[in-house]
């Protein structure tokens, strides 16, 4: 019950919506709760595939924001769900960073996502966009349709 409030659900709400729309926008492959090996290195929370391109979602229910890198939860998401894209999915990988922020803070986590060395930077869905299923649904088409 206890990893089910602190964010389970959110995985949960994000894996199914994706089923949802999958034959819409041509997702081949989801799965939630991707562990590396035996030893789980690291879990992914959630990852689907469409013409051989990895889509990873992290989701987080920190709905706090702060630009400091070590302070933010959301932010360290961010960095590391892009960072574990690449490495399980290649260049052409796609991150998604899933959480419970207000649209306010967005386009400041969107910048400080982007690195300087290029890249391109994890896409960002915030609270606002997760309260309405329809929406959100509509939200994830548009990162698959793209």
């Known amino acids: 019950l206890q990893s089910f409030i602190t964010g389970d659900f959110l995985e949960e709400y994000i894996f199914k919506c994706l089923n949802e729309i999958k034959e819409e926008v041509g997702i081949y492959e989801i799965v939630w709760s991707l562990k590396n090996g035996k030893d789980a290195k690291f879990e992914v929370d959630v990852v689907a595939s469409k013409n051989n391109n990895l889509y990873l979602f992290s989701c987080t229910t920190d709905n706090s ?82």
Do not use: M, W
Not at 88 to 111: P, Q, R
Not at 115 to 133: A, M, R, W
């Open 65 to 146: 924001y702060t630009t400091d890198k070590k302070k933010s939860i959301v932010k360290n998401k961010g960095f590391e769900a892009k960072e574990r894209a690449t490495q399980i999915g290649g260049k052409n990988a796609k991150a998604i960073v899933v959480s419970c922020i207000s649209e306010d803070f967005k386009s400041a986590l969107e910048d400080d996502l982007k690195e300087k060395k290029g890249g391109v930077p994890p896409e960002v869905i915030v609270y606002e966009d997760l309260i309405d299923k329809e929406a959100l649904k509509n939200r994830l088409k548009g990162i698959f349709i793209k």
